[in-house]
């Protein structure tokens, strides 16, 4: 991040409760970082983007009544959101050329380090359509997920009214956006969760290698990849016509939280993995056989057993649905049992959950023999506007203004 | 991870409940990877090893009464730790290679991984000795740290009777070594805690560049470092005589985890943050004046104030006491009050914490300015023996054999 010294001083004075950024501030900053993802765009960036590798997820509950604060607070989380995926500090007045009466308008974690190819990525929950008297706007598709069996949510760390999905080669620079964000939201928003995620478990795109999930098998081979616009259309991105059109161009995000027993998966049998997986752990290839990226053929089931997870996930079995997967290896310490809390932060964009992550979900909810070794713990259900394409447009505006 | 095919059944046998590896397991691997660090040594690696970016610290608690097996174990993590830090599985009957009808013996999710720079470095809690008739071992120096003012330590968090801080350039790596040697110590010891931390805070060699803590300043500029072997002779390494003979040429390792309340930070003046610290926040540049590394001029204390971080620190205030810091950021998630579980995961090694961290955090824990934005909940202790220099020895033979 680079601070940009000598700037004046307004750009610290409070309105409303609300930290304001300066006329500077808001415009759209150079491209400084040779490693930087453009932030303006038809969609927004850290969907189809090559998926970084690390996270810094995080939900925030509105605290505010007041519309006005909630769309300035908005604009500012624009104005900086830009400056920072372009490697810049969050605001002009940085800790480096900060006046030492205010605090400095970038916290300075990332100071020198590049953009990292940061990206910054929100949504807006169902309990967000229920203020603000705005559930005209919210597009049926957005409830709150059902219970699917075997479920165990924990409210704490469940939905939100806004989320930011923060994504970055450099776990640092993902952690200092969304403290930025935080601190810019402050009176408006409070963080109603976070999760930290160490490593990607799915590929975006098909110049990336498949990545491995913590039961160390390859995870999201099947994923929908950048490279494929015509399933993009078909099953990522919302439609006109689909439902509001604040939304159109843009995609819904479900997040789970699901923890892996590792140390049961541990003492189970390769093959017993593997028959649960319906996938080699080596190489991936599906058990009937091939490698990596052939079909499994699912009518071998002395191969691909009934309740295999490769199975019950295919699109075959789900009337055609078929997700983009951008989910996160996680470990959060231990459990005081004895065992590390660690697991999988399962992330996925789609057209429309009714068709694609619900359904999917109630299949191996109800039938996957992996579910012996997880738990769902978190859920999420965000929609996630197209990109912003004009400096003077902020995150929210064709929703709230 | 590069997965040894074809190796012989008799790896997976289970004896006293401990998993045994084979005679090749037990041999000294090759090194296969660019970015491997060396494990055998006069030191252990991971001390002053230049600061690898992530980390994966665990402390275990040992569950069996059996000595044997508590040896069985120590020699089956050695020769994991061996493979895994040059880049090979844990054991020879990895996923890749492994036969159906067991378990494998790596775990999977680096595989396809380099070395990463992993090291493996292993301490002996004071609860340890108290355990097997080992009182007569235990150096007088290790002794669970004292109550200081102001700690809010929780004990599920703290403590323990091994420690292994897996230090690496890839958190995947980190996790991945902790989880195997957990899952080759099933039985035999148990997960007390564990932290990540995903951002290096201190620099161990002139070669690298000081980092930033969530302070948003730079840290660890006076730190020990790898090429000041004077001066690690007086305050790192234990010396012949300083207490038992398994000891000498090992160090002690304290670690504290730190909360910071960053919320709190964030909304304090850039020039009261700078007097808290006692640094510019961009250069990291002394109050007193120069440049970085340039000493503080503590005669001045109009420009460093009675109250100051660096102040409190220095040597000159502590009896001459140095400490090589090698901590960690972290975020574990938020906290249930709106706020980032955020913070400092402190580790420091040293000759003798009487002389070290007990004195230097006596001083901080009364009178540093910065209290009022951190609180210590983690606390820790570990004698860290000498490197071993022979491949038939392995960890804390010196101590239990």
Same mark, same amino acid.
């Given at each position: ?9 307004a750009?610290?004075?409070?309105t ?9 501030e808001r ?9 930087a ?7 927004q960036a $850290?969907?189809?983007t090559? #998926?970084?590798?690390? &996270?810094?997820?995080?939900?925030f =509950?509105?605290t505010?009544? *007041?519309?006005?604060?909630?769309v ?6 624009t ?7 372009a490697?810049?500090?969050?605001g002009t007045?940085?800790a480096v050329?900060?006046i030492?009466?205010?605090?400095p308008d ?11 190819g940061?990206?910054?990525t929100?949504g807006?929950?169902p309990?967000?359509f229920?203020?603000?008297?705005l559930? $005209?706007q919210?597009p049926? #598709?957005?409830e709150? &997920?059902p219970h699917f069996?075997? =479920?165990?949510?924990?409210? *704490?760390i ?7 999905q923060?994504?970055?080669?450099d776990p ?10 935080a601190?810019?939201?402050?009176g408006?928003?409070s963080?109603?969760?976070?999760q ?6 799915s590929s ?7 990545p491995?999930n ?13 490279e494929e ?7 990522l991105w919302?439609?006109?016509g689909d ?5 159109t161009?843009?995609?819904y995000l ?5 923890r892996m027993?590792?140390?049961t998966?541990?003492?189970t049998?390769?093959g ?5 997986v319906?996938?080699t752990?080596?190489?991936?290839a ?8 052939d ?22 079995q789900?009337q055609g649905?078929?997700?983009l997967?951008r ?8 459990d005081?049992l004895?065992?590390?809390?660690a697991g ?9 959950p009714?068709r ?5 979900q109630t299949?191996l ?9 997880i ?7 965000f929609?996630?506007?197209?990109g ?5 447009d902020?995150?929210?505006r064709?929703?709230?203004?």
């Open positions: 991040m680079i601070g940009l010294a000598g700037a004046g001083v750009g610290i004075a409070a409303s409760g609300v930290l304001a950024l300066t006329e500077e415009q759209p900053p150079p491209a400084t970082s040779g490693d993802i453009p932030f303006y765009g038809v969609r $850290g969907i189809i090559p #998926a970084q590798d690390r &996270l810094h997820f995080v939900a =509950d509105v505010t009544s *007041k519309r006005a604060e909630l300035a607070m908005l604009e500012n989380w104005a900086a959101a830009a400056r920072m995926t490697g810049l500090d969050a007045i940085g050329g900060g030492p009466e205010a605090p970038d916290t300075g974690e990332a100071i020198g380090l590049p953009a990292s940061l990206t910054l929100i807006f929950g309990s967000l229920r203020k603000f008297g559930s $005209g919210r049926e #598709a957005l709150d &997920l069996p075997g =479920d165990a949510i924990e409210e *704490k469940s939905g939100g009214d806004i989320c930011i923060a994504c970055s080669h640092q620079v993902a952690v200092h956006a969304v403290r930025n964000l601190r810019l939201g402050m408006v928003v963080v109603r969760w976070s930290l995620g160490f490593g990607r478990t975006t795109s098909t110049s990336q290698a498949t491995r913590l039961f160390g098998f390859k995870d999201g081979t099947a994923n929908l990849k950048a616009p015509a399933l993009l259309d078909e099953h919302v439609r006109d439902g509001p059109a604040w939304l161009g843009g995609s479900v997040s789970r939280k699901i027993v590792v140390e998966w541990d003492r049998p390769l017993e993995q593997e028959a649960i319906g996938r752990k080596g190489t991936g599906p058990l009937s056989g091939g490698q990596e990226f079909e499994p053929d699912l009518s071998d089931k002395s191969a691909i057993p009934v309740d295999a997870h490769v199975r019950l996930a295919h699109p075959t789900n649905a078929r997700l997967r989910g996160y290896n996680f470990v959060d310490g231990s005081g004895g065992r590390l809390n999988l932060f399962f992330l996925a964009y789609q057209r429309d009714r694609g992550f619900i359904p999917v299949s909810a109800r039938r996957d023999s992996m579910n012996e070794y738990r769902h713990v978190s859920s999420g259900i929609a996630c506007p197209p912003l394409q004009a400096a003077d902020f995150w929210g064709s929703l709230l203004a």
